[in-house]
């Protein structure tokens, strides 16, 4: 069960403790309560979770504070998209809005490999305005044989250059909750100059412990990558682990599925699930053609795989794209066959422009044709 407080109840307010305390008295019920940090409104939201069958909604509804009760059944309690509820979840971090409207480009090496390449990559962002970024520090690889990533030695340069570039969110994979204690406290050293996503990377979509710890804590939002080889269920399931732990900034990132159908991509691209994820789901959508596509192939209409594949998903009304760049990919130590160049970053954003505004017309051209169907038939 959901209760909606009215956009003008504030985190501080006593009426929440006063929806805690009605909840209390039902056995056999917990509450959470949950800030839902939209780019228009922020609301309070209280899920009871438990043996909620019983439990009367009118008590609830009945107070000056509650806007709405809504009784849910379907299996996505936190994350899903429920009938009555605001329109879009999503939640605000280093001052930057991510929700299911917004588009945030995050480009950025797959790992870190020196101090000059996550400068110049951090220094081409600033140059183009972008605040969003992606650096890979702990890398699960196939081989343990294979640079398996800098570790906390590169998190104080990491950070710093991205304090000085203005960069204000990085994804950055964890493979073991350890390694949250190891960016709290180079953060903390580098008196927080950036702030950071973590990603929970393909591999580890059903690892219950490592899901759970990211719920747990509440300084990172979750970047969850879905697994590649197990149902959109499933990674939506493994969503509502870190959301029930009392984590719900999470932004679900498709990255293509493991099959030999894709061939010759590395992983066959997914993107037509965009809205599917933003119908079930209230979270803000990541894609990444990077690792869907894999390669730096060009079609012979000039553009490569991985800008048709980023097109696929801006064109599906994508909120963020994670995109592999290196200012050398031959030097690269991780994934450098995919990787585009700081000379790519002006086109490739261009590029990301025109199909982001032929998304903003489909997405108005629908909403007069509704509208006027709707009048058609009043
Ligand atoms: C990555 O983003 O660096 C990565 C390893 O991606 P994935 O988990 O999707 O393979
Ligand atoms: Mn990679």
Redesign the pocket.
Known sequence: MIIILKSDVDRESPDIQQVLDLAGRYPGVSSRVHVVEGSSRSLIEIYLIGSTAEVPLEPFQELEAVERVVRISEKYRIIGRHKGQVESGGFQYQGVTFDQHTLHVAPGL?AVDTPEHVDQMFAALAAVGIQTSRM?AYK?RTSPYDFQGLGKECLPYVFESAGRHGIKVIAM?ITHESQIEEINAALDAAGSPTGVMV?I???NAQNFELLKFVGRQQRFPVLF?RGMGITLEESLNACEYVASEGNSRIILCL?GMKTNLGDPHRNFVDFTHVPVVKRLTRMPVCV?PS?SVGSRALAPDGLSDIQHATAQGVIAGANMV?VDFHPEPSKALCDGPQALTLDELGPYLEDIAIVREAYEKRREAARKNTESARSAGA
Do not use: A, I, S, V
Request: with cysteine; charged share 40%.
């Open positions: 797959c890979g699960p994979e990603q990377g393909t591999r990558k990255r990444d690792h994670l």
